[in-house]
């Protein structure tokens, strides 16, 4: 898909977000920090919804520094910790009666098992459960919000992956990879869900997924070869076609959060092959992350497991 232009869609493209509060998860580094400085540039308040306050101060810097008089404030959040998304979304509730954008954004991906806060397994608990938690917890204010979007970031890796509804914390045979992958399938399966819901209630907020084909961001960080590998400019040199920077990996968040003919439950990824780079295009997700009782199952295992709830708005 194009612009209306007919030309590839590009950052020129994003609109004036003068006027739009958009919460931005994991907005320290990588894709959210490209997503935010390129937001605050439009006009948009931004909210950097970051773990580590240096981090995200450091980010802020840069934002400013790059767009003088951007409104840019941060919020401490960790998504491993539904104590922590709580007081967030209670604070961010407190300072903003409306929300135009959340994006969901931040993630992990580790190599060993390891367990949130509240014990469960990190991909499925950070990438999944504390995505589905700050939106439940947020989405009062965004409701009422004309043109709102909930923007899940999602990856080519769920097209591996396998929904185990009878193993979700992957309590057995853990595999990072398989672990990885359920969790961004469970970010489409999760879309999907809560764009039928909201539909359902007339509202006017969209869900949307996206993702960034392959972003050289520091995702890899407790990978210490692969980052090596990654990062050796000969390797880099001789991949280009599968590997893309940053701000270009951004812009299909930032398609999918912006541009005016964006509908609920589509998904936006890379133009080029198998999706890894390209200019940011509507894309097809895997059959299975269409399964309405896999996404129906996964939708009531979560609130289980966080102990949060859409309802009763979005029963
Ligand atoms: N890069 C790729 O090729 C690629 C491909 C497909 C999908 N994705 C997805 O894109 C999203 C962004 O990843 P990235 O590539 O930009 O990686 P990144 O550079 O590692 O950024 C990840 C962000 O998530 C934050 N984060 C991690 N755990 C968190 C937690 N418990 N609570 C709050 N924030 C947390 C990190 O915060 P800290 O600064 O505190 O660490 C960081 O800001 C992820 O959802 C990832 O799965 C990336």
Redesign the pocket.
Known sequence: MQSPQGTPWTVADVPDQTGRVAVV??????????VASVLAARGATLVL????RE??MA?ARRITEATPGARVSIQQ?????LA?LTQAAEELGTEHEFIDLLI??????VPRRDT?MDGHE?HL???HL?TFALTSLLIDRLLPTPGSRIVT?????HRNARLRLDDLQSSANYKWGEA?AQ??LA?LLFTYELQRRLAAIGAETIAVAA???????????DFPLQQKIIGSPLVRWATKWL?QH?PE?ALP?LRAATDPAVRGGEYYGPSGFREYTGSPVRVESVGQSHDLDAQRLLWAASERLCGVSFGPVIA
Do not use: W
């Open positions: 998860t994991g907005a320290s580094t990588g894709l959210g920090f490209e919804a970051c773990r580590n981090r995200a980010a959040v960790d998504l491993a910790s922590s969901n954004n931040a993630g992990v991906m949130t990190l608990g950070v990438n504390g970031v999602s990856s080519v890796a990885y969790s961004k970010n993702h960034p084909g392959n972003a050289d961001t520091e995702l890899v960080r590997f940053p990996g968040l």
